[in-house]
């Protein structure tokens, strides 16, 4: 089974500074892992996955995660953030090969972007 | 373009009535998901699809009901005998080994 944890519930950032946004993981397989970004009252939209392959991802809108598997981490980043990127961010993983393609979702982080 | 539309955005329930929550895709998804959120929760995974005509329940199954009679179609009933129902739902699709991609969302409340 896996388990995601999602270290900092609430993240308070001034506008143009820099944020982390830290996502453990634990599971017995191997994983694929993801950054989802949810505006107020809207869905969520993909920021970027790791499948395989180099262990910095490139997301939209600037963000970019580093994947570290001695850690089990997948934390998120961002140069300089934006008042627009106020938001919630949720991690997840699903098992490769798994048979049912379910997402293990973390709780959640609200950043809160202020001028 | 293709997407997931769900319907309505607003849905409220009187006691002990069913509701259904319309979720519709045009992306040729085989696979089909039924989140719900509340705060401070995350998503907890009600009912999930992965062909026409088979589902299985997830995590908070009870008192929810879903139906696969088209890939494009996955309807969700809130039923009488959830007794919580207030939430925002979220469906989502898939193909394959790619991300799931989510609708707008729906939130239901309580008359």
């Known amino acids: 089974a896996q388990s995601v944890t999602q270290l900092d519930s609430q993240v308070p950032v001034f506008e143009e500074a820099p944020v982390e946004l830290r996502c453990n993981y634990s599971?017995?397989?191997?994983?694929?892992l993801f950054w989802y970004v949810q505006y107020p009252n809207q869905g969520l939209q993909l920021l970027l996955k790791?499948?395989?392959?180099s262990t910095l991802v490139k997301g939209i809108n600037g963000f970019e995660a580093e994947f570290n598997k001695s850690q089990t981490s997948f934390h998120l980043r961002k140069p300089s953030v934006h008042i627009s990127d106020t938001a919630e961010y949720f991690c997840a993983v699903s098992a490769i090969g798994g048979n049912n393609r379910k997402l293990i979702w973390g709780l959640g982080t609200s950043l809160a972007v202020n001028p | 373009d293709g997407g997931i539309t769900q319907s309505p955005k607003y849905l409220f329930r009187k006691e002990g009535q069913n509701v259904t929550l319309s979720c519709e895709q045009n992306?040729?998804?085989?696979?089909m998901y039924w989140y719900r959120q509340d705060p401070g929760q995350g998503l907890r995974l009600i009912y999930y699809s992965q062909i026409v005509n088979d589902f299985q329940k997830g995590d908070i199954a009870e008192g929810y009901s879903v139906s696969r009679e088209k890939k494009e179609s996955f309807p969700l009933t809130v039923t009488s005998a959830q007794k919580n129902p207030t939430a925002f739902y979220l469906c989502?699709?898939?193909?394959?080994?790619?991300?799931?991609?989510f609708g707008d969302g729906t939130r239901l409340s309580i008359l």
């Open positions: 790791y499948l395989s392959g």
């Open positions: 992306l040729n998804h085989d696979a």
């Open positions: 989502a699709s898939t193909l394959g080994g790619q991300p799931q991609h």
């Open positions: 599971s017995s397989v191997s994983v694929y």
